[in-house]
């Protein structure tokens, strides 16, 4: 009998199911008394508290029929925790006062630790400790293990509540170990539950995540859903920054309902902080008083005054200013102070930054250094808090010195914080929480007009994700596994969509997100190399560097030409922002006006371009006739002769576009017959030849009349349901934009002259490359154009700017665009591998990229080539790692929802960045002819997180890729102009850039070359 009572703990659907049997047979009073009390326990552990206090007044009654005071003591100690924690703490502390008068020995110790629990939910933690304290003495001494666990187990918690996590993590240790001895398997969760919370208090959020996983899987082992678990989740992930996924998590634990009175407070105002972060104060607030109005009527001051407090800060988020909030949140963070709240820091920072609106100078100073008092063992993130209040308080003295002192030690605290973690989204996530202490200084760089102070300041919390050395995959089997069966789920829905596999390709993302997250970080030592101002300068020699930046929402410039550092303002980021998503809007629309150029196929070979000698063909591999193995083409599978695609009717032209020859002076892409035989990889096998050659169809052009070309990417030109972007058409359109007055005798604009070809009623209307280049120029360099010349530049854009297409701009000087100009120094530092080794990748669907690849198979004979079956994930990872140069011709796909899953689509599915972070060194070289390869999502403080700001830190000098879908005909002469400058030892932006001189008047091709970035050095 005595067992119901622990397994009602450990399994309380069993114990609950014995209660019942035991009660069948009509028991004595006492048993009857252990199994009803069984099996109030066990409906407490479910969250059905109505029925377990029912069941439990019925224990307690036949203890007293029993005459036995140590039952009945029992009874009402697990009745006055439950009263407790139902919110009835008046009734249930009464209870467990009788309770502790009618125990002796062991059974006081075990009355004491529910007396503990009930003060702990009031927030009165020093008495909780006291009565703790005492009930591991009696239980210790009595060798009851499993209570001595549970005593263990609370006072962890209200240690670690009080900022003890070394006693804390004590006792949750040795609690682990006396609960897996007696096989309590639903408490050894809870305390692996509670181990995540030391980490978290520490500052180290994926052990706490990796504890908090574990405990999940646990407790859903034993059946039970526990409302804790999901409130210790919601601040690990709002301290990483997840703040999205934090409310999503705590509105679907509230909307399921059960739990007692008690939880339901904690989970609101868990759920309130979450709607803080995530920019919802309207959603905060209203949460926030709800837990208020719960724990009040609970008396439970330490959980109302913290509701209260975000009450105050959705106040202030939603632009309430003055006296009122004031006085309110000075109240409210001296009642914090006193019951010991983490959150008094905060409140005090709050009030500081209201007396300094106010102009009270004097109380702004007391809260501002109660908000900088922080313990040498805090952690950093809490330490960060407390420099940041320190910082402003010396602002508001006028003492700069101790403000950048105290920046600059808020930031290397957030940099200790960073690299505990391994997975690049966090650390990225992490950097917003420098952003002001980053702007203070800048602030005070800008007063001074100083910039070289600028430049160190902004480099000092800049895109500092890529120059940390990435954690080296750990050959996570796992991981490798979840991502290959999402590459299986994802190619299978492209064929047909399927709900059933559409939910599995979502819970596949979120396995290896979180598995991902979980990742621990790398060694600190030398991660983090100071910015050496000098060191650029020599580094640029002619060079000019333009480093853009966001103060305030103003943009500024940064030019820094031989040794001299000058400041520019140039005006409003959010304008330069939208002249940009104009300009690429116009791109994209270009590159799909017409059928693309027609490519030259094996069939019909044609003269070479004027000035270049013919392409060299492979030894052994003649131009295709009847010879052994390359019969004539038929149809290419999927190709039919004359099928219509891409929406291009089947005519010769449309309206007006007549078909034209290759621009001049780029080499045509007519292909020697299939691919060289391929150089083995270490441990990859030889990839085979293309079987045959494609019908001339498949390598896109005007073929029999008809258009082949890549299919359109969401969201371009004519995509159904597509949105159109800011200033496209149908959107308000700002002064200067399409249909606003010209300026008289504005050459050029809107009524000036067209891009060549660009005539009749099916083309493209719009303003010239020029007028584009003009105003987009205007609107993110302003006055600093004019001091770069004809120089090669090196550029560093803001976040919100990272998808500029600087061609336009920058016009045919050679351009690398970078994160920071810190990224640059090291990307130039990279050494080429001494195998000079060459990849080759064709993902599927991709008819005109065919000929692309065929002739750089042709350029390099030894490349390793990978396509028709052989392009799959595993095959093309194992080939780009250390290669020298690596090209891959694929469907490009960017996530903004979440853009580590950003692919490209390989013949076994997509290659996601998580797969890329497996590599251990990138191509040094890379080209991307995919549409979007270069886009990058901008979170945190200017940190990029897509598919080719990923290479980067692994290790890549040089990357091309393009920010605007591009037309794949019009690419590919592109591609084989970039390889041929390439191969002349050109670095990548100089290929680059002489490539695009030779485009000619096509403007579908000049709108592919200005599509494209070169990222890096």
């Given amino acids: 009998m005595e067992n119901l009572l622990p397994l009602a703990l450990s399994r309380p659907h069993d114990a609950i199911a014995a209660a019942r049997t035991v009660l069948a047979d009509s028991p004595p009073a006492v048993a009857a008394s252990i199994a009803h009390q069984a099996w109030g326990i066990g409906l407490r552990q479910l969250g059905e508290v109505p029925p377990a206090v029912r069941q439990l007044r019925t224990a307690l009654r036949l203890a007293e029929q029993s005459g036995r005071s140590e039952r009945e003591a029992d009874v009402l100690a697990t009745l006055g925790a439950t009263l407790g924690r139902a919110g009835r703490s008046r009734e249930g502390l009464a209870r467990l006062d009788r309770a502790v008068d009618l125990s002796r020995g062991a059974l006081t110790g075990r009355v004491l630790l529910r007396r503990a629990d009930v003060l702990l939910v009031l927030g009165r933690h020093r008495e909780a400790l006291d009565d703790l304290r005492a009930a591991i003495t009696r239980l210790r001494r009595s060798g009851d293990q499993v209570w001595e666990a549970r005593s263990r187990n609370y006072r962890g918690f209200i240690q670690l509540a009080l900022g003890g996590t070394k006693r804390a993590d004590a006792d949750f240790a040795v609690a682990e170990k006396l609960y897996a001895a007696a096989g309590q398997e639903f408490e050894y969760a809870e305390a692996r539950g509670n181990r995540g919370l030391v980490a978290y208090a520490r500052g180290d959020l994926p052990a706490a995540l990796r ?27 709002l301290a990483a920054g997840l703040s999205a996924e934090a409310l999503a998590e705590m509105d679907q634990a509230i909307g399921a309902g059960g739990g007692t009175a008690t939880k339901r407070g904690e989970l609101l105002f868990a759920a309130a902080t979450a709607a803080l972060a995530a920019g919802d104060p309207a959603g905060a607030q209203e949460r926030a008083e709800r837990a208020r109005r719960l724990f009040s009527a609970q008396r439970r001051e330490w ?18 200013r003055g006296e009122a909030l004031l006085r309110r949140v000075t109240e409210v963070a001296r009642r914090l102070d006193a019951v010991g709240a983490s959150e008094a820091t905060a409140a005090h920072l709050l009030a500081g930054r209201l007396a300094l609106a106010a102009g009270r100078t004097v109380a702004a100073d007391r809260q501002l250094a109660l908000a900088g008092q922080h313990s040498k063992d805090a952690p950093p993130i809490a330490r960060s808090a407390a420099w940041l209040g320190k910082a402003l308080r010396a602002e508001a003295r006028g003492d700069v010195r101790a403000m950048l002192s ?21 650390r990225a996530l992490a950097t917003g929480q420098g952003a002001e202490l980053a702007e203070l200084a800048l602030r005070d760089a800008l007063r001074r007009d100083d910039p070289r102070r600028l430049l160190v300041w902004a480099e000092r919390w800049r895109a500092t994700t890529l120059g940390v050395p990435p954690v080296r995959p750990s050959d996570d089997g796992q991981l490798a596994g979840e991502l290959a069966a999402l590459r299986d789920v994802v190619r299978r829905l492209d064929a047909a969509p399927d709900p059933l596999l559409e939910k599995e390709r979502r819970r596949l993302e979120k396995t290896v997100r979180d598995r991902t997250l979980r990742a621990q970080g790398g060694a600190r030592d030398g991660a983090l190399l100071p910015f050496d101002v000098d060191e650029l300068i020599d580094a640029l020699g002619e060079t000019v560097l333009v480093e853009l930046l966001d103060i305030g929402g103003t943009l500024h410039a940064l030019v820094l030409r031989d040794g001299n550092i000058t400041h520019h303002e140039v005006g409003s980021l959010t304008t330069a922002a939208l002249e940009a998503e104009r300009t690429r809007f116009h791109l994209r629309r270009l590159a799909h006006t017409r059928p693309p150029t027609p490519i030259p196929t094996p069939h019909t070979p044609t003269a070479a371009p004027e000035g270049f000698p013919p392409a060299a063909r492979p030894e052994g591999f003649p131009y295709p006739g009847p010879a052994e193995g390359f019969p004539h083409a038929g149809p290419a599978e999927g190709f039919p002769p004359t099928a219509p695609s891409d929406g291009f009717p089947p005519t010769a032209s449309p309206d007006g576009f007549p078909p034209t020859a290759p621009p001049t002076g780029l080499p045509d892409v007519g292909s020697p017959a299939g691919f060289p035989d ?8 030889h990839a085979r030849p293309l079987v045959g050659f494609p019908h001339p169809s498949a390598l896109g052009g005007v073929v029999d009349g008809t258009a082949v070309g890549r299919r359109q990417p969401a969201g371009g030109e004519g995509e159904p ?22 300026p008289a005798g504005a050459a050029g604009g809107e009524g000036g002259p067209r ?34 010349g004809d120089r090669a530049v090196v550029v560093v854009p803001p976040g919100r700017l990272q998808a500029l297409p600087w061609g336009l701009v920058l016009g045919e000087r050679a351009v690398n665009v970078v994160p920071s100009a810190a990224v640059w120094l090291r990307a130039r530092e990279v050494r080429a591998p001494a195998e000079r080794r060459v990849v080759l990748v064709l993902g599927p669907g991709l008819p005109a990229a065919r000929g692309e690849v065929l002739r750089l198979a042709a350029q390099y004979p030894d490349a390793t080539v990978l396509a028709d079956g052989d392009a799959t994930a595993e095959s093309v990872l194992r080939a780009l790692d250390g290669a020298w140069i690596a090209h891959i011709a694929a469907h490009g796909t960017f996530r903004a929802d979440s853009p580590l899953f950003s692919s490209l689509r390989l013949d076994d599915g997509p290659l996601t960045v998580y797969d890329f972070e497996r590599l251990r060194r990138a191509p040094y070289r890379m080209v991307l002819s995919s549409c979007d390869s270069g886009l990058a999502k901008p979170v945190g403080a200017d940190e990029l997180l897509g598919l080719s700001s990923s290479l980067i830190p692994l290790g890549a000098a040089g990357i091309l890729a ?38 000619g008047n096509d403007p579908v091709a000049e709108a592919a070359g200005r599509s494209f970035v070169a990222l890096g050095a």
């Fill in 303 to 320: 959980w109302s005054v913290r509701s209260s407090m975000v009450v105050l800060e959705a106040r202030y988020q939603a632009g309430e």
């Fill in 721 to 742: 349901g597509a949105p159109r972007p800011a200033g496209g058409e149908g959107a308000p359109r700002p002064a200067g934009g399409e249909g606003a007055p010209r």
């Fill in 211 to 237: 504890y908090l996983d574990e405990a999940g899987r646990r407790f859903a082992a034993v059946g039970v859903s526990w409302p804790d678990l999901a409130i210790d989740r919601c601040g690990v992930l």
């Fill in 406 to 426: 105290a920046c600059g030690r808020g930031l290397d605290a957030l940099d200790e914080h960073r690299l505990t973690m391994g997975a690049t989204e966090l």
């Fill in 678 to 685: 391929a150089s083995p990889v270490a441990g990859l096998p």
């Fill in 755 to 788: 891009p060549a070809g660009a005539g009749g009623s099916g083309g493209y209307r719009g303003p010239s490359f020029e007028v584009l280049g003009r105003r987009l120029a205007d609107a993110v360099l302003g006055s600093a154009r004019e001091l770069i």
């Fill in 962 to 999: 393009s920010v605007v879908p591009v037309n794949d005909p019009a690419t590919a002469p592109l591609m084989l102009a970039v390889h041929e400058n390439l191969r002349a030892g050109q670095s990548l932006a100089e290929a680059f850039a002489a490539a695009r001189q030779r485009i």
